[in-house]
């Protein structure tokens, strides 16, 4: 028997609040459903963070219920409030541009064939046309004024010394007004989103109850955290995106490889449509033998084949193992080398470079002296070939494809230099 789509859900710790459990799952053994997940345009691409909501609303698909995905074109050019400062308004052509990127980000995820194929959708179509007048007449009269200051992302800016504009205030009544339009237009009765646009989730609810007289559901999911209470989704170099040019395959591969222990499990649950009896032996491999993590190594490879694919996965793979001695550089193509370089912090520098300056120049060693003991003690390595002679040049023939030379020292310490 298929297991429910909320016991999954809660398995996998994806439910953080709903609008009633046991109506929820009444309302879903009643057969197929239609529920809508929104994704705001406020930057050229999506991050980790979205991916949460992306493939829950895949999980429910998969569950054969019919999913919409809404992309905001026109809440994308309000923003709803942050829990500190006012966002950024970007140009109307910009957010344009972006629902188009946003949209291609997450129609590889979905079906768009069957009896429960999803539909994208852009809040824009609905919105244009609007008078002022309208949206206070039709939508704004079923909103109270002491519930929408209530909401704990508006009542904290309320008492904070930036306060909040009525821009970013009246974001609930859009975002209200998208689940009523989807409720009318197509029968929609559940939204999903994240534990902090709860606010937003039931001021839709509550619409649909006032002005049809109908019982709409929402589902939060929590916010992804890390075991020790540090921000997931972050790295050194910042954000997490699923675009492969702003967060390369080889970065996107190593953030989940270099997950804790404490925390790989859960995100096997949040982001891999693994079992529960196979992510039950990776939990057990993690406890018995941790020193192998091939949780992680899981964990890596099925995330960056969801997004990227399976290919841009075995080279992030390759390269990973390749950098540090085990696997050979030369398969190594250009883009995957040139993602190596920015995660890893690539230099550029002059033609004919010795190979001690070099690896200064890469912040392998931090002086010359020591470049020249690393070599003589034979931990210094070009293409992973161990160089012996300390007065050795980089020779532009040692170069693999992009123009990059992989210098180390050891088995862990790696940088890459490129002549120009």
Known sequence: MTEHILDELAWRGLISQTTGEEELRAHLDEGPITLYCGFDPTAPSLHIGNLVQILTVRRFQMAGHKPLALVGGATGLIGDPKMAGERTLNPVETVHQWVERIRGQIEPFLSFEGDNAARMVNNYDWTKDM??????????????????????????????????????????????????????????TLQTGGSDQWGNLTSGTELIRKAEGRTAHALSTPLITKAD??????????????????????????????????????????????????????????????????????????????VHGAAAAQGAVDASQALFGRGDLDSLDA???????????????????????????????????????????????????????????????DALAGGWTVLRRGKKTVGLFRQV
């Not at 699923?242 to 190593?254: I, R, V």
């Not at 649950?269 to 192998?292: A, D, N």
């Not at 070009?382 to 300390?390: E, L, S, Y």
């Open 229 to 306: 209470g540090t921000k997931f989704g972050k790295t050194e170099s910042g954000t997490v995106w699923l675009d492969p040019e702003m967060t390369s395959p080889y970065a996107f591969y190593q953030f989940w490889l270099n997950q804790s222990d404490a925390d790989v499990v859960g995100y096997l649950k949040v982001f891999t449509f693994l079992s529960r009896e196979q992510i039950g032996e990776l939990e057990h491999r993690v406890e018995h033998e941790p020193f192998k993590r091939e949780a992680q190594r899981t964990l890596a490879r099925e995330v960056t084949t969801l």
């Open 335 to 397: 883009v995957t080398l040139a993602g190596c370089a920015k995660e890893l912090g690539g230099v550029e520098g002059p033609s004919g470079i010795s190979v001690a300056d070099a690896l200064v120049e890469t912040s392998i060693v931090s002086s010359k002296s020591a470049a020249r003991r690393a070599i003589q003690e034979g931990g210094a390595y070009v293409n992973n070939v161990k160089i012996d002679d300390a007065d050795a040049v980089l020779a532009t023939g």
């Open 131 to 188: 008078t002022a007048i309208e949206l206070l007449r039709d939508v704004g009269k079923y909103f109270r004024l002491g519930t929408m200051i209530s909401k704990d992302t508006v009542a904290r800016r309320l008492h904070s010394d930036e306060g909040i504009s009525y821009t970013e205030f009246s974001y609930q009544l859009l975002q209200g007004m998208d689940f009523l339009e989807q409720f009318r237009r197509y029968g929609c």
